[in-house]
């Protein structure tokens, strides 16, 4: 039997209640408050801190707040409506009088202490309220409430409050004796990847995780094989739930391209599990009253859409008594767009041949190249490290590896076999140089760059540039001689077969004026080509995407965008879109249509969403073996004129505000 999530377009909304919200809670409102965003998925708050429930068990703390309607009046009565529920449970704390009777339960610092926050008592994963009381806290819930599905919130490690105050690797006696018994080692006191001890407890933490991942999985999926698993991306199964978030202190630049990179990892890597990637309605944990730009939002889910993502939306409190509502209208507004068009959005897959791997390391070097990518409209997918073993990479001739300096072996050996085959690879930084423990390699992974030995990493190359000897390949550096470098450059020795290119003009004055100049230009490249079997690989020996997220200067962006077309054969969108305009491409799996999708990203402004410049006589050009039978706009509801000459069809957009989605039917 199809799942349930896989027979419906999906618009959620998660309202997080308060134990306020349960004291006059109405489910014909909660119904009719989903109905008015024509959402057809509910999130809400259920067992774990707190019973939302009438509950027998000795140590699950019931609510005192349940007035209102009960939770099995409001499922029913959104089952009623076709509107299916998911519970959200939090098994990461314990109020604190079931800590009184069960300290062993805690999360514990170095020193022993617990952590308190308002009364919720941190506990740890590797003790038995996560191992053992868990499972029958689910038991009961699901009992008494027929829900059709589980978010957990807060699983795994946790080392921080809300208020973001960092306390350690847990010490407690459970992570003692299991990291003791697996590795013969205590416990590391700091996170520190330089340390060995560290490194095993890294992979202790991933080891422990699976394990507890494998048992709550079996567990659920035993009983209620319908129940629809939050996150449990092993079993690719169920839907990946993540936030597009603002918070206070979070360093910028502001990544505006959140939603398209929360949607793209999650598609691309687990194709077999619903993308629910939500707008957070808040500024951050200490102002959840409060919302985002309405704009900020409406963005947020043209991205989810354009790269075949799910809608999802996340307030504090209910709809009917929340007190900034000036969200409301623009969530309305994408969320009954989807409603309208959802059979267009079914049964979909990206076209893209391009992949983009990302790691957890280096974020700024992915999203570097994530912008370079999205900006010069080349069409691309985003797979996650986790999963680059287990998708197809077949549709792919290109591969971005930006800066995943822990790679495993089998990675590492999957990705030269693609170079091999006659893909290309384009590969930064440190990438392979450290294995999956961050342990350092003696020659970097992947065989494919040519590299024959490392011979030193600098750290700080601030100052220096390469020098543009050959211009062959860099079409965009006419009145350019020179590209910045900053930070990390490798200096390396390459095989006989490798070609060179630029030259590196090593850090030099920058003041007084009158010594800012070079006299130093060293044989060593700024990017090398190296084939490899039937296909090859371009290793760049220093950062450019790490550069460009940061400063965002042109002279980094053409130096990629150049390596891209003019190196490693990709072919970008044309037509004369802006670089503000994210381009992306998916077919209907019968091959009846193609569904092209522009959304206008130039309400980003500084760090402020406001709506997007309109743009008028926008055109894309893209090729098309055939005439098409049709060209629609589903957001403008009419026939786009377009143009289908010799294997290029041009489609015209009049006018384009925040997005189309431009359905080509197939002759
Ligand atoms: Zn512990």
């Given amino acids: 039997m199809t799942p349930w999530w896989h027979t419906r377009q999906w618009r959620m909304i998660q309202t997080n209640l308060r134990e306020i919200d349960m004291l006059d809670i109405d489910a014909q409102q909660v119904v009719s408050d989903m109905q008015d965003f024509r959402a057809n998925v509910l999130l809400l708050n259920a067992a774990g801190i707190i019973a939302s429930y009438r509950t027998q068990l000795p140590f699950h703390f019931q609510s005192p707040f349940l007035k209102g309607d009960s939770l099995q009046e409001i499922v029913t009565a959104c089952h009623a409506a076709d509107i299916r529920v998911m519970a959200r ?33 941190h506990v740890c994963i590797n ?39 960092y306390y350690g690797i847990c010490h407690c006696q459970h992570c003692q004796a299991a990291f003791g018994e697996m590795y013969g080692m205590a416990l590391p006191d700091a996170e520190d990847v330089a340390d060995p001890v560290f490194r095993a407890y890294q992979a202790f933490k991933r080891q422990t ?31 990946i739930r993540q936030e597009s978030n603002t918070a206070i202190e979070r360093p910028l630049p502001h990544w505006q391209y959140n939603a398209s990179d929360n949607t793209k990892w999650a598609v691309g890597s687990f194709p077999e599990m619903v993308s629910s990637n939500t707008t957070v309605d808040f500024i951050d944990f200490p102002y959840r009253h409060v919302t985002v730009s309405p704009e900020q939002q409406r963005l947020r889910l043209a991205q989810n859409l354009a790269n075949g993502g799910a809608l999802d939306y996340y307030l504090i409190g209910r709809l009917d008594n929340h007190e900034d509502r000036c969200g409301f209208d623009a969530v309305k507004d994408v969320f009954h767009y989807h409603a309208a068009n959802e059979e267009t959005y079914t049964d979909i897959a990206s076209k893209a041949q391009v992949m983009l791997l990302k790691a957890r390391i280096n974020t700024g070097e992915y999203r570097g190249w994530f912008r370079v990518l999205v900006e010069n409209h080349v069409l691309f997918d985003v797979v996650r490290e986790d999963a680059a073993e287990d998708v197809s990479w077949d549709h792919y001739s290109a591969i971005v590896v930006p800066g995943v300096d822990t790679m495993t072996d089998a990675l590492a050996d999957r990705l030269d076999a693609f170079a091999e085959a006659g893909g290309t690879l384009v590969v930064t930084g440190r990438s392979g140089f450290f294995d999956e423990n961050h342990t350092p390699r003696e020659v970097p992974a992947l065989e494919s760059l040519g590299i024959e030995d490392v011979l030193h990493v600098r750290e700080d190359s601030r100052s220096s540039y390469l020098r543009l000897v050959d211009k062959a390949g860099f079409s965009r550096f006419d009145e350019t001689e020179l590209v910045y470098v900053d930070g990390v450059y490798v200096f390396a020795a390459y095989d006989e077969t490798a070609e060179a290119r630029m030259r590196l003009i090593p850090p030099h004055n920058f003041g007084p004026p009158e010594r800012c100049y070079y006299d130093l230009v060293v044989d060593h490249p700024g990017l090398v080509v190296h084939p490899y079997g039937a296909g090859r690989a371009i290793y760049v020996p220093w950062m450019p995407g790490t550069l460009f997220h940061r400063q ?23 037509g004369n879109l802006s670089p503000m305009v994210e381009v992306t ?83």
């Fill in 89 to 121: 449970t939090d098994f990461s704390k314990v109020r604190r009088p079931h800590f009184e009777q069960h300290p062993e339960w805690a999360y514990r610092t170095v020193d022993g202490d617990i952590v308190d926050y308002n009364g919720d008592v």
């Fill in 585 to 667: 491409l998916a077919a209907k799996q019968d091959g009846s249509y193609l569904l092209l999708s522009l959304v206008n990203t130039s309400g980003h402004f500084g760090n402020s969403f406001y709506a997007p410049v309109p743009m008028v006589g926008v055109e894309v050009a893209m090729p098309l073996d055939a005439a098409p039978a049709a060209v629609y706009g589903l957001r403008s509801k009419q026939a786009l004129p377009y143009i289908w000459d010799d294997g290029v069809l041009t489609v015209t957009v009049t006018k384009l505000e925040l997005f189309e989605a431009i359905r080509i039917d197939v002759a």
């Fill in 127 to 165: 003790g038995p309220y996560q191992q053992e009381y868990m499972p029958r806290i689910m038991d009961e819930l699901f009992s008494e409430v027929p829900f059709d599905g589980i978010f957990f919130n807060m699983g795994g490690y946790q080392t921080r409050d809300y208020s973001g105050n």
């Fill in 209 to 239: 995780l699976a394990q507890h991942h494998e048992t709550i999985f079996r567990f659920i999926n035993g009983r209620w094989p319908n129940m629809c698993i939050a996150n449990h991306t092993e079993f690719r199964f169920g839907f």
């Fill in 552 to 574: 965002g200067h042109v002279n980094t962006a053409w130096f990629c965008a150049d390596l891209l077309e003019g190196f490693a054969g990709v072919s970008p969108v044309g």
